[in-house]
């Protein structure tokens, strides 16, 4: 096993040639970050068979193992506490995992319906969580089996987070489930799809936006580069609207809103675009949601500029202190 103290997406393929490495192990967006290199001959030279991990947006997952002839993907779902964890064994593009359709009850999780904004299920008249069919989106729960240590779930040393992460009364009245907090879709066939984290998508315009979805098509549009959506509250309106961050000085705003256009829903197009120095991923090359969602478009506050996007224009107006302030009154409507 090799282990680098820092990762370099410049020299990770010729690292993998240096120590001859047929396996490698990735998290988060570095599989975007390696897509995002220059094409080098090193890039076919290795001779890694096989990459597990974490993260891999369905974007790009045909691209990345066309342009770097990985021939095994093992992309797996999971917390280290939960007890809801499946893995993608055979290459379906995408798919974080698989849950037999056939036999639920040797491996029982499911997905429930749920509120994607604030992660309440839904229930019945029973009072029971409802099921999603294939195609529906809902929360990845596993259920918990008091004295089975592969069903169980211990918590934390908080009490209170404990008790949000069990959902009772699930399959039937009484039982219990770890509630995984992400938002999830099965097919036909039983391939588990990751669509969000619940409290991330947002609704906006009548209509619930991914921003995991919004990122993956924008980032695509921007050759890889950093981005992060997020929504935002704006005076006078119901939901949030969609905001982008993205880090690239010399984009040209007004093709990516026309692209933007022709990829994306109405709804689904960010309201904002701030354009900021850099994007630091967290330790686990994750992308700072929380942080940025907590600044908004504040711009008394904020020295970066920022833009509001005009659709009908195809173009992007420059958020001024005049504009900023239309928007608090309601004058001005997005």
């Given at each position: 096993m090799v282990i680098k103290r820092r990762f370099s997406a410049s020299q990770?393929?010729?690292?993998?040639?240096?120590?001859?490495?047929?396996?490698?192990?990735?998290?988060?967006?570095?599989?975007?970050?390696?897509?995002?290199?220059?094409?080098?001959?090193?890039?076919?030279?290795?001779?890694?068979?096989?990459?597990?991990?974490?993260?891999?947006?369905?974007?790009?997952?045909?691209?990345?193992?066309?342009?770097?002839q990985v021939k095994q993907i093992g992309e797996?779902?999971?917390?280290?506490?939960?007890?809801?964890?499946?893995?993608?064994?055979?290459?379906?593009?995408?798919?974080?995992g698989f849950v037999s359709r056939i036999l639920p009850i040797i491996y029982p999780v499911t997905l429930i319906k749920c509120d994607p904004i604030t992660g309440v299920p839904h229930r019945d008249s029973r009072g029971v969580c409802l099921r999603c069919g294939p195609g529906e989106t809902g929360e990845f729960v596993g259920k918990i089996i008091e004295g089975d240590p592969t069903r169980s779930f211990d918590g934390y040393a908080n009490t209170e987070a404990t008790k949000k992460k069990i959902v009772r009364d699930?399959?039937?009245?009484?039982?219990?489930?770890?509630?995984?907090?992400?938002?999830?879709?099965?097919?036909?066939?039983g391939y588990v799809y990751f669509k969000d984290r619940t409290g991330d998508t947002y609704r906006w315009k009548g209509e619930n936006v991914s921003t995991m979805e919004v990122e993956g098509i924008v980032s695509e549009l921007l050759r890889q580069q950093d981005c992060v959506v997020y929504g935002v509250e704006v005076p006078n309106c119901e939901g949030k609207a969609?905001?982008?961050?993205?880090?690239?000085e010399d984009v040209d705003l007004k093709a990516l809103v026309k692209d933007m256009k022709s990829k994306l829903a109405p709804f689904a197009i960010p309201v904002f675009?701030?354009?900021?120095?850099?994007?630091e991923a967290t330790g686990t090359f994750k992308l700072p949601k929380v942080k940025l969602q907590q600044q908004g478009y504040n711009i008394g506050k904020l020295s970066d500029p920022i833009y509001l996007v005009d659709l009908k224009n195809n173009d992007c107006?420059?958020?001024?202190?005049?504009?900023y302030d239309k928007l608090m009154s309601g004058e001005l409507k997005v």
């Open positions: 990770f393929w010729t690292d993998c040639i240096k120590y001859k490495a047929t396996c490698a192990q990735y998290i988060g967006e570095l599989c975007r970050y390696l897509l995002s290199q220059a094409p080098k001959p090193v890039d076919k030279q290795h001779q890694v068979k096989v990459m597990f991990g974490n993260g891999l947006r369905p974007q790009i997952w045909r691209e990345f193992v066309d342009r770097f797996f779902y999971g917390s280290t506490e939960g007890n809801a964890n499946i893995v993608n064994f055979d290459n379906t593009p995408g798919a974080c699930v399959f039937w009245k009484g039982d219990m489930a770890f509630s995984s907090g992400d938002l999830l879709e099965m097919d036909e066939y969609g905001m982008l961050a993205l880090a690239q675009i701030r354009v900021v120095d850099q994007i107006q420059r958020l001024t202190k005049e504009l």
